[in-house]
């Protein structure tokens, strides 16, 4: 035998093939951190003899002594390289959940508080003559629905032929300046661009009117941009050698756009304009100076004042008449179904996207 074969094989250490935790320990470290932050806030409180619980000192401490005692443990049993991926998930992780508490802690309180009075009454009267119990949001959904869906008429053929055109044909100068002044009016604030829809109606039919349309223009104002930058990105998407194989067929580049750019960022599009549409389905200050307020019925969008559920939410508020905890029941009933509209939104929304996208199957 050869001194080479004698000789004994270095070991190798591979960090990738060391021993892991078993699959439930981190839950277990997990429940055992968050006991002894709650021992720890418990036997706090004891000591003062008054006050509440803590509940998020006590999860904020959990987290902080279970990373701790992950990456020690991971550190001994798996090494350092599987110990830092634990802690920085464990991080991301708990960021992901700190971000989405407020917002669970948000639709369980409108939940919560708006289904008093989330009932047929609600849903099929308004507040003409109402000044305590009773009554409902009847017109200000009928206003909300009809504000906001001609706003989306207004706005999305405009946002949409604007990003074509950046996109596609934009060139020089008059390209950079939309670009621009898209990227100003993103910032506007909604009041200006209710101050300028009011401003504008009365050039036209004097100092004073409140119509559903004057809404309707302050609020296709600020979904423009949105529309346009969403829509933009979502084109740029769009793969060159797509629009090259259409060109190589004979195709002209208007059909290309519609038969080929649009569908392919169809998904991308129906999204930006759902982030427009809630963008401005919750505006107070721009409706409250263009389309006013009212507690009547009113379908027509060119004839005198219209409501709407975020004005009806804060009016319910503010004028608590007679009653103040009818109108604050109401307050909470209109938010809440103002949620639900916007889920109802995105869901069509989503269906239309999936019905209009090209088909990726044979």
């Known amino acids: 035998m050869s001194a080479a074969t004698q000789a004994p094989s270095s070991a190798i250490t591979n960090t990738y093939a060391s021993g892991r935790l078993a699959a439930p320990t981190p839950w277990v470290m997990l429940a055992g951190a968050m006991a002894v932050s709650a021992v720890v806030f418990g036997l706090t409180l004891a000591a003062q003899g008054d006050g509440d619980f803590n509940i998020a000192g006590t999860v904020v401490v959990g987290l902080l002594i279970y990373m701790v005692a992950i990456y020690v443990a991971s550190r001994l049993v798996e090494g350092g390289r599987r110990a830092l991926d634990r802690l920085i998930t464990t991080i991301v992780v708990s960021a992901f959940v700190v971000a989405l508490l407020p917002l669970i802690s948000l639709i369980f309180t409108v939940v919560s508080n708006g289904l008093d009075r989330f009932d047929l009454e609600f849903f099929t009267y308004s507040m003409r003559n109402v000044v305590g119990a009773g009554g409902g949001a009847i017109h200000a959904i009928w206003g909300t629905v009809l504000i906001t869906l001609a706003a989306a008429v ?134 409250l100076v ?37 109108s604050i029941d109401r307050a909470w009933a209109g938010a809440l179904t103002l949620i639900l509209i916007v889920m109802l939104l995105n869901l069509v929304a989503r269906i239309i996207a999936k019905a209009f996208s090209p088909k990726l199957g044979r």
């Open 154 to 287: 207004i706005s999305i053929p405009v946002g949409l032929l604007t990003s074509i055109y950046l996109v596609e044909y934009g060139r020089g100068p008059l390209a950079r300046a939309i670009t621009f002044f898209v990227d100003v009016m993103t910032g506007i604030p909604s009041i200006v661009a209710g101050l300028f829809a009011y401003t504008l109606f009365t050039i036209f039919f004097g100092p004073g009117v409140r119509m559903g349309i004057a809404g309707s223009i302050a609020l296709a104002v600020l979904m423009i941009p949105v529309v346009v930058r969403s829509s933009e990105e979502m084109l740029r998407l769009v793969p060159n050698e797509l629009r090259e194989a259409s060109y190589a067929l004979g195709v002209p580049k208007y059909l290309t756009i519609l038969k080929v750019v649009l569908p392919t960022s169809i998904a991308g599009i129906t999204t930006g304009v759902m982030l427009a549409v809630s963008r401005v389905i919750g505006e107070t200050a721009p409706l």
């Open 290 to 326: 263009a389309a006013g307020f009212t507690a009547n019925l009113n379908t027509d969008l060119l004839d005198g004042r219209m409501q709407s559920l975020p004005l009806f939410v804060y009016n319910s508020y503010v004028s608590q008449g007679t009653d103040p905890t009818a």
